[in-house]
């Protein structure tokens, strides 16, 4: 995707041009907070936004109340889901960094197409990224959550997990429950 670039900078100095070009495995969730670009909604697993197999970084919006900020595609609305469908390989890792950590808490839920009543593996943290672990190769949903405010994310799928993604305070359904750890 390449996209012209113009930087005009006042008081008579030079201005500044030219092309930024993104990677083909970077993507756009497909309902942003940017009034100029169309919205596609990506809110249930029926509109999941389809996504290549292999190393991805997409960049989305998230919010769990409307944003009541004029212009804004979602000022009267929250856009509280984002669904995201692809082929994924064993102990890959999904990483979602969440951009406005103070004014967002956004979530990350993974699902096998052919149960999507119970997640195979979660992310439900307050810190500022969220992470899981693909189980096992196969098709699966992707699923990102405003569970409070609003915020930007970056999503990176890709890459084997290992030990130096473990994150402490990230709180997983597939993880032991230990008594008296969780209140």
């Given amino acids: 995707v390449k996209q012209p670039y113009s930087l005009l900078v006042t008081a008579g100095l030079p201005t500044l041009s030219g092309v930024i070009t993104a990677s083909e495995n970077h993507f756009i969730d497909s309902d942003i907070n940017n009034p100029a670009v169309a919205l596609v909604s990506n809110n249930t697993i029926t509109d999941a936004q389809s996504l290549p197999a292999g190393h991805t970084v997409v960049g989305g919006f998230l919010t769990a109340t409307a944003t009541a900020v004029a212009g804004d595609n979602f000022q009267n609305t929250a856009d509280q889901t984002d669904f995201y469908r692809l082929i994924l390989t064993k102990n890959q890792s999904i990483n979602l960094f969440i ?31 969220e992470v899981v672990i693909v189980p096992a190769d196969g098709e699966y949903f992707i699923l990102l959550t405003a569970n409070s405010g609003a915020s930007n994310y970056t999503m990176e799928i890709g890459g084997t997990a290992g030990l130096s993604i473990v994150q402490e305070g990230i709180l997983r359904i597939e993880d032991p429950l230990i008594a008296g750890e969780l209140v």
């Fill in 99 to 129: 951009s406005d950590l103070l004014n967002g808490d956004l979530d990350l839920f993974l699902y096998d197409v052919n149960n999507v009543s119970t997640p195979v593996a979660t992310s439900a943290g307050s810190g500022e990224r």
